[in-house]
């Protein structure tokens, strides 16, 4: 099992990781300085909840453990792990497809919505994760 001390944490490769779906009580950490700008992250075993500077960025139902956190205008990379099967939403650009893939492996071309979501649903076991990428079609 694999949790992230302190709730989040920046990595030596510029990119985040967060969550801890191990608690039994809801935890955050607010005003946490990555690259000039501020998050926050909310995590127990039912959700994990990230924000940056006050906008939505990533959620998971149930929690999860979200490692290497990367975005940029192309594409979003993580790896993510909970003690099972989770769906995650994360905040893109509205009405866009993306090529998602997991583990390597492409799922298919997806769409967010008029709001810029985007939700996909993984098979996941405790202690194990799998590899998330979101590639902007274009």
């Known amino acids: ?12 490769n510029n990119t985040l990781s967060f969550g801890d779906y191990t608690l039994d009580t809801k935890s955050k950490v607010s005003d946490f300085e990555f690259l ?10 039912e959700i994990t909840k990230l924000e940056k500077n006050g906008l939505f ?7 999860t453990v979200v490692k290497n956190f990367k975005v940029d205008e192309k594409e979003v990379e993580f790896l993510v792990e909970s003690f099972e099967d989770a769906q995650f939403t994360l ?6 497809e993306y090529e998602a893939y997991i583990d390597g492996i492409s799922i298919g071309t997806v769409k967010t919505n008029l709001g810029g979501k985007l939700s996909i649903s993984l098979s ?7 590899s998330v990428k979101i590639v902007h079609l274009g």
Do not use: A, N
């Open 1 to 12: 099992m694999s949790v992230i001390e302190g709730l989040i944490r920046k990595e030596t």
């Open 91 to 96: 905040e893109l650009e509205p009405e866009t």
């Open 57 to 63: 960025v990533y959620e998971s139902v149930p929690g």
């Open 124 to 130: 996941l076991d405790e202690g194990t994760e799998k």
């Open 36 to 45: 000039g700008d501020l998050y926050k992250v909310k995590t127990f075993k």
